[in-house]
């Protein structure tokens, strides 16, 4: 095992990905993610825990179905390393703070998310989908933001209206690596950082550099800004496993972070390694 993995109390995958693989439901993988066309589930992780030296995870929805959440929990409770599941439910549905409170019920689910990042300017200001995230602080559950860039002065309009709704932003809002531009994504992530209730997962970063050719210093000035926006108390390391197997194996996107993070303090890296999902999750 790697010399740093060591020094961490535990390390959590804080975003990973299980399905059955479906040509409908996953059309959104193409011929150029044709390795990702076949089942991954929890037998497969713990292969890739094992060499990374990863204890445990937290399970995120792939597709926006309650009877994918519902697999996800089922799963969480039969393999102890998936410590929590981030799901899916329709959180603008009119009856959706009754539904969720029955949801909230299963101790493995710590959190909701939907595909913002498919939807049309303007989504996160919708006066039904933010009735929806009211409703998930008094039932203890978190907010996984997935959006790109370009959503990400919509992404602060929409934090600024929940201010005690923690939320946790995904792939660090999928900046434009491949072509090496930092700003406004820079400038618009500092700003979101002002907001003491948003965390920030470093998880999907190289699926948006070149897939052949990244490198830890093509992500470097990424890492950079946000490890000095939100510091590693509000960090947390994520793989984004499988869809990270286009352009890394899983073990070499965790050396990369551990290479990163070398020279931090011990309590920085278990904070990011690990603790800050826990905190955050409430991972049991």
């Known amino acids: 095992m ?20 479906s040509a409908i439901e ?11 066309r076949r089942d991954f589930l929890p037998a497969d992780l713990v292969v890739e825990f094992a060499e990374a030296g990863v204890d445990g995870a937290v399970a995120v929805q792939a597709r926006q179905i309650l009877e ?44 909701l998310r939907h595909i913002v990042q498919a939807e049309p300017k303007g989504f996160l200001d919708g006066a ?12 203890g559950l978190i907010y996984d933001v997935l959006i790109v860039e370009s959503q ?23 900046p434009k690596i491949a072509t090496a531009e930092i700003e406004p994504w ?11 209730n948003v965390c920030c997962k470093l ?17 470097r000035p990424y890492l950079d800004t946000v490890v000095e926006a939100f510091g590693p108390d509000r960090l947390m390391a994520g793989s984004d496993w499988p869809v990270c197997l286009v352009a ?26 690990g603790a800050t999902a826990a905190r955050i999750y409430d991972l049991k």
């Not at 697999?71 to 959706?96: K, N, T």
């Not at 919509?154 to 934090?159: A, G, L, P, Q």
């Open 128 to 139: 039904d989908f933010n009735r929806g995230i009211r409703a998930l602080k008094e039932n």
């Open 248 to 273: 890394t194996s899983y073990s070499r996107w965790w050396q990369t972070l551990h290479n990163y993070f070398a020279d931090f303090s011990k309590d920085e890296r278990a904070k990011v390694f």
């Open 26 to 36: 996953f059309a959104w993988i193409d011929d150029s993610m044709a390795a990702l």
């Open 2 to 21: 790697n010399a740093l993995l060591a020094t961490n109390p535990e390390v959590i995958d804080a975003h990973h990905h299980l399905w059955r693989y």
């Open 152 to 174: 990400l002065e919509e992404t602060i309009r929409f934090v600024d209206r929940h201010p005690h709704q923690p939320f946790v932003l995904d792939h660090i809002a999928k």
């Open 203 to 219: 998880s999907g970063m190289v699926t948006e550099d070149s897939w052949s050719s990244w490198s830890i210093e093509s992500v």
């Open 68 to 111: 994918e959440t519902r697999w996800l929990l089922e799963l969480a409770r039969s393999y102890d390393p998936i410590r929590g599941v981030v799901g899916w439910a329709p959180l603008a549905a009119p009856d959706f703070a009754d539904s969720v409170a029955a949801l909230a019920t299963d101790p493995k689910l710590v959190g």
């Open 186 to 196: 820079r400038t618009r992530m500092r700003e979101l950082s002002k907001r003491g």
